[in-house]
């Protein structure tokens, strides 16, 4: 089954201006007062997550498992004349990719749960070993206590209009496995004139982990001031009505 990110065009869709500005405003609230210059997103996909923090002044560097996923966003860097670095590799390996640090090493757009328990592990660890003394830690995902409390089976996204009229329509339906992990399969629907006149299936096998797993490994590895709150960051709300979270954590001096 196909999966939808070797189809970026498709998985670009969705992203629109407003949700840039909301990024925007989402970063400038959660890395107040942070000294950070240079970050690292090791999942960084199209960029759709990461290139308002171009926007926003800093240097951005990017790395992702996908070619298909790091080519357009090299395209979409050009034409925004942002300068990013973009390398493709395996987050469970960054240290074998990057010889040097950064003030902020991020994983953007949920992308943690693509790997197994102890995959997860060793990426924290990686993703923790080119953060420079002092810097930050940075990650957003799905809250997936709540999604195994819930076990909801279908998602539907409000359906939007494309510019050339056609309106996408979007379902998700979940598939839980006795291992703990997830397969979403995903329909993309085209319509037209009332009619839908093209569709998309794609699937994506995903391990939810709970927040204690991410908070232990970081409490070993001697990170302070965590700090975890709803993505967009708005208002605060209690963790188990947040939906999708991010958590930044500093690395002692
Ligand atoms: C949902 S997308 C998020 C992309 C981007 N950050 C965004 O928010 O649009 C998840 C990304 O994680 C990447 N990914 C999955 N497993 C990975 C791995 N083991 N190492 C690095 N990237 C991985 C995928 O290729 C995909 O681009």
């Known amino acids: 089954m196909a999966s939808l990110y070797d189809f970026p065009d498709i998985y670009d869709e969705r992203f629109s201006e407003r949700a840039n500005t909301v990024y925007r405003e989402h970063y400038q609230k959660i890395f107040s007062g942070c000294e950070i210059t240079d970050i690292l997103d090791c999942s960084f996909g199209?960029?759709?997550?990461?290139?308002?923090?171009?926007?926003l002044g800093y240097q951005v560097s990017g790395s992702d498992l996908s070619r298909t996923m790091l080519a357009k966003a090299e395209q979409k860097a050009e034409q925004q004349g942002f300068s990013v670095d973009l390398t493709?590799?395996?987050?469970?390996?960054?240290?074998?990719?990057?010889?040097?640090?950064?003030?902020?090493?991020?994983?953007?757009?949920?992308?943690?749960?693509?790997?197994?328990?102890?995959?997860?592990?060793?990426?924290?660890?990686?993703?923790?070993?080119?953060?420079?003394?002092?810097?930050?830690?940075?990650?957003?995902?799905?809250?997936?206590?709540?999604?195994?409390?819930?076990?909801?089976?279908?998602?539907?996204?409000?359906?939007?209009?494309?510019?050339?009229g056609v309106r996408v329509n979007y379902v998700q339906l979940w598939?839980?496995?006795?291992?703990?992990?997830?397969?979403?399969?995903?329909?993309?629907?085209?319509?037209?004139?009332?009619?839908?006149?093209?569709?998309?299936?794609?699937?994506?096998?995903?391990?939810?982990?709970s927040i204690d797993l991410v908070q232990s490994v970081l409490k070993e590895l001697g990170y302070q001031d965590v700090v975890i709150?709803?993505?967009?960051?708005?208002?605060?709300?209690d963790f188990e009505d947040i939906g999708w979270y991010c958590l930044r954590a500093r690395k002692p001096l």
Request: hydrophobic share 35%; charged share 25%; aromatic share 12%.
């Open 88 to 164: 493709c590799c395996d987050f469970r390996e960054l240290s074998q990719h990057f010889c040097r640090d950064f003030s902020c090493v991020m994983s953007t757009g949920n992308a943690l749960a693509h790997v197994d328990h102890p995959g997860l592990v060793k990426t924290l660890h990686e993703m923790d070993s080119l953060v420079r003394p002092g810097g930050y830690l940075y990650l957003d995902s799905r809250n997936w206590d709540v999604v195994m409390k819930k076990r909801d089976r279908f998602l539907f996204a409000s359906p939007f209009i494309r510019a050339d």
């Open 175 to 209: 598939d839980y496995h006795s291992d703990g992990s997830i397969t979403i399969h995903i329909l993309n629907a085209y319509e037209s004139e009332g009619r839908v006149f093209r569709q998309e299936v794609f699937e994506e096998h995903l391990m939810p982990f």
């Open 46 to 55: 199209t960029g759709d997550l990461t290139f308002e923090l171009c926007e």
């Open 229 to 237: 709150k709803p993505l967009p960051y708005f208002q605060d709300q």
